[in-house]
């Protein structure tokens, strides 16, 4: 560990204090290019301090098609963190991406421990999942408990069937059961996946804690944010930061405490970690240009029209439907477009759900969307539509107009033909009374038909939805 001057000076008088310095990084999501920016950072730091800890506040995956897809879903990048040398690391929504299997699957590749205490196997089952772990560095005990969101459904932000074999219960509910860590710890971190704003809901109901480390919202907390006395921060998303926490510590009693949000964009690339990156990358299927496309894509919401056209082709169907929180890209650069960008635009891999609905039915689909997608309007083809958006966060957005294309408006008595995904299927509420057609048949592999020789393919300027801030 770092001897800092007031450890000195306090030596000199008898009195012991250690520094204990923890680095975290949340919602990583397989932005694999990055990593070797990380892993000259690191080596930085231990070079420093030998005895530094590195923790991963969940969503470590989803975001790469090189780390989604395969044998083993996720296993890469859990590979990747073992060579960078994770300490710890909590689950986030996305971990459950590949369900009860791959999750296993995930724990049981990992050199580090992964901790959750509001997560555990039904019946009974074993996971290699604690609720927390105690560090000990020169005589220092480090305690950390792990907490993963829940939504109102019970679950974590997930496809449901993915959270089949799985019990979750309520992270604050939860969190008071392990007050008595307090005692045993001379620092206590949260480490979570819930959300800027909950974690300082959580600091509010669990004052013992020194410290949360969190994720999910991809919060850039670029300033000391304390909240109940309990310091809160979070390194937005994607290896663009890391926080460094510093702690000072004497006689079991944490003397201060700091955090300091640190970019990563202008370290150099560790050579062994880039040729790791690179064998990871190298499937000649993920490499396969399907098409063009000229000029780039500027806008999320293109992205998702995209996407609902190539949901539409595929189904032959009147409409298509894509929730916002299914377009996983912001923007694309004019050129080449390949098999992995069809799962860097969808990494979900949910099936294609293809029902007849009225046009009353099918306003009421749309304007359920946002409540269950929390992102936002959804993206459609096949029709245009008007909402409003109220002002007060809390409020859900209000679908005003239906129309097709040409502008002629959706008849609230006809039937059409639309085609959406497994997720929206099976958590918007209520449903349309046809449950529908699930089809073999997923968004990424609906976007490859669409691209196949597809040259200078046009999206630019392309939108189906009007949108008013009321």
Do not use: W
């Amino acid at each position: 560990m770092k001897l800092p001057i007031l450890t000195m000076l306090l030596a000199c008088v008898g009195v012991f204090a250690e520094e204990v310095t923890v680095l975290g990084i949340n919602d990583m999501h397989a932005n694999i290019d990055e990593l070797p920016r990380l892993a000259t950072f690191l080596k930085n730091e231990r070079a420093a301090d030998p005895d530094v800890l590195l923790f991963a506040a969940g969503d470590n995956r989803t975001g790469s098609p090189y780390v989604d897809n395969g044998e083993q879903p996720g296993v890469p990048m859990i590979k990747l963190m073992n060579m960078l040398g994770f300490d710890l690391s909590t689950l986030g929504n996305h971990e459950f991406d590949s369900g009860l299997v791959g999750l296993r699957n995930t724990l049981d590749a990992a050199d580090f421990n992964f901790v959750c205490a509001n997560v555990s196997a039904d019946g009974g089952a074993e996971l290699n999942l604690k609720p927390y772990h105690i560090f000990e560095r020169e005589g220092v005990r480090i305690g950390v408990l792990g907490l993963v969101q829940i939504g109102s459904n019970g679950l974590p932000d997930v496809h449901p069937d993915n959270g089949k074999g799985l019990k979750f219960s309520n992270p604050y509910k939860v969190v008071r059961d392990y007050a008595y860590l307090r005692e045993q710890c001379d620092v206590l971190i949260l480490l979570t996946h819930l959300g800027f704003e909950d974690d300082l809901k959580l600091a509010g109901l669990f004052p013992e804690a020194d410290a949360i480390i969190g994720g999910h919202t991809h919060t850039r907390v670029d300033r000391e944010v304390r909240e109940n006395g309990v310091l809160v921060t979070q390194a937005e998303n994607k290896v663009k930061y890391i926080t460094r926490l510093s702690f000072e510590v004497e006689d079991g009693k944490v003397l201060s405490k700091k955090a300091e949000l640190i970019p990563l964009k202008d370290y150099a690339k560790d050579a062994d970690i880039q040729a790791a990156v690179d064998a990871t990358k190298s499937s000649p299927y993920m490499q396969r240009r399907l098409g063009s496309i000229k000029p780039a894509i500027t806008r999320r919401e293109s992205l998702g029209c995209l996407m609902a056209d190539a949901l539409r082709a595929y189904a032959k169907s009147d409409i298509a439907i894509v929730n916002y929180g299914n377009v996983r890209l912001s923007e694309f650069p004019e050129g080449d477009f390949t098999v992995a960008d069809c799962y860097r635009l969808d990494p979900f891999c949910n099936q294609t759900v293809i029902f007849k609905a009225t046009g009353k039915e099918l306003v009421s689909f749309l304007n359920n969307i946002p409540a269950s997608d929390h992102h936002g309007a959804p993206c459609v083809s096949g029709i245009r539509y008007k909402a409003i958006k109220p002002a007060a966060e809390l409020q859900p957005m209000r679908i005003t107009e239906v129309t097709l294309p040409d502008g002629t408006p959706i008849d609230p008595d006809k039937y059409y033909t639309v085609a959406t995904n497994s997720y929206l299927m099976s958590t918007v509420t209520p449903q349309p009374a046809d449950p529908g057609v699930a089809h073999d048949m997923d968004g990424a592999r609906a976007i490859m038909l669409y691209m196949e020789g597809k040259e200078a393919v046009d999206y630019s300027n392309v939108s189906n939805i009007e949108v008013t801030i009321e």
